[in-house]
T-cell receptor, first 116, second 115 residues
Framework: AQKITQTQPGMFVQEKEAVTLDCTYD???????LFWYKQPSSGEMIFLIY??????QNATEGRYSLNFQKARKSANLVISASQLGDSAMYFC?????????????FGTGTRLLVSP | DTGVSQNPRHKITKRGQNVTFRCDPI?????LYWYRQTLGQGPEFLTY????????KSRLLSDRFSAERPKGSFSTLEIQRTEQGDSAMYLC?????????????FGSGTQLSVL
């Protein structure tokens, strides 16, 4: 069974500082993909970054990077130089690819508040 | 290029009524997903289409829920005999089939309130 755990209900960060949002996962499949999505108050889920289980390097997309520690089954999102517009809910998600199941399983999310 | 479009944005209905939501995916995307999200939770998978074929359904999806994707383009999600527990945000997503980092693109959702 898949499981995504996000233990931080809320996080606060000052503008221009970096913040790390935690995500741990549980799967028995050797092939899987990890995703982070942002959900602002408008409701739309916005894709941020992807990490494949066989990727050798940590994924980066602009100010977003993923700290992937496979042995610990963790995939933490790092946001550098936080901006006020980063205030939103952030969801970690996983998809198992080897079994053929196509669904993404999401965690419960972390609410990030960026203060001036 | 337009993103995933969902209509209506909000729906208020009385318990026992039927409701239908529509999702228009990104035009070249062959995969379409429905998710449900309640307050304080992450999106929960409901069902998935590849082209017009419904390939997966969550066991959580009761027989009051039905989804279609005729001709592999837009999709509808119908809830019959709505219950107060059906109140949630219903999210649609689409993707283009890829071997690895297939991204889901989400719409803004339909917020359902059952009174």
């Amino acid at each position: 069974a898949q499981k995504i755990t996000q233990t931080q209900p809320g996080m606060f960060v000052q503008e221009k500082e970096a913040v790390t949002l935690d995500c741990t996962y549980d799967t028995s499949d050797p092939s899987y993909g990890l995703f982070w999505y942002k959900q602002p108050s408008s409701g739309e889920m916005i894709f941020l970054i992807y990490q494949g289980s066989y990727d050798q390097q940590n994924a980066t997309e602009g100010r977003y990077s993923l700290n992937f520690q496979k042995a610990r089954k963790s995939a933490n999102l790092v946001i550098s130089a936080s901006q006020l517009g980063d205030s939103a809910m952030y969801f970690c998600a996983m998809r198992e690819t080897e079994t053929g199941f196509q669904k993404l399983v999401f965690g419960t999310g972390t609410r990030l508040l960026v203060s001036p | 290029d337009t993103g995933v479009s969902q209509n209506p944005r909000h729906k208020i209905t009385k318990r026992g009524q039927n409701v239908t939501f529509r999702c228009d995916p990104i035009s070249e995307h062959n995969r379409l997903y429905w998710y449900r999200q309640t307050l304080g939770q992450g999106p929960e998978f409901l069902t998935y289409f590849q082209n017009e074929a419904q390939l997966e359904k969550s066991r959580l999806l009761s027989d009051r829920f039905s989804a279609e994707r005729p001709k592999g383009s837009f999709s509808t999600l119908e809830i019959q005999r709505t219950e107060q527990g059906d109140s949630a945000m219903y999210l649609c997503a689409s993707s283009l089939e890829r071997a690895t980092n297939e991204k889901l693109f989400f719409g803004s959702g339909t917020q359902l309130s059952v009174l």
